[in-house]
C-alpha cells in the first residue's frame, strides 16, 4: 500500500510541476494526508489547476491534443458497469 501511495504522490508532483508549480514533496504530503478537499480548497492550496465539469476536462483535453472542439469523441467510461 505505501508503494502505491509514493507512487501517487509521485505522479502528482510531475503534474504539479508540469502545471508549472512548483511543490515540494514534504508540501504536497502536509497538504494531503489522505484529507479530502473541497475544489475551491484544492485550487487555492495549488492541488489542482483549475476547477469544472467533465464536459470542460474533454474540452481541454481536445484543446491540447489538436482536436477540434466540435468533433465528437467516443466516452469510453470504464470499467464497464455489469448488466443483470
Given at each position: 500500500v505505501e508503494e502505491v501511495y509514493d507512487l501517487f504522490i509521485s505522479k502528482a508532483l510531475e503534474g504539479r510541476k508540469a502545471a508549472g508549480v512548483e511543490?515540494?514533496?514534504d508540501r504536497l504530503l502536509?497538504?494531503?494526508?489522505?484529507?479530502?478537499?473541497?475544489?475551491?480548497?484544492a485550487k487555492a492550496s495549488g492541488l489542482v489547476d483549475e476547477l469544472g465539469t467533465l464536459n470542460d476536462a474533454?474540452?481541454?483535453?481536445?484543446?491540447?491534443?489538436?482536436?477540434n472542439p466540435k468533433d465528437e469523441m467516443e466516452l469510453l467510461i470504464l470499467p464497464k458497469?455489469?448488466?443483470f
Open positions: 511543490m515540494t514533496r502536509s497538504l494531503a494526508g489522505g484529507r479530502v478537499w473541497t475544489g475551491r480548497q474533454i474540452a481541454g483535453a481536445k484543446k491540447l491534443a489538436g482536436i458497469g455489469e448488466s
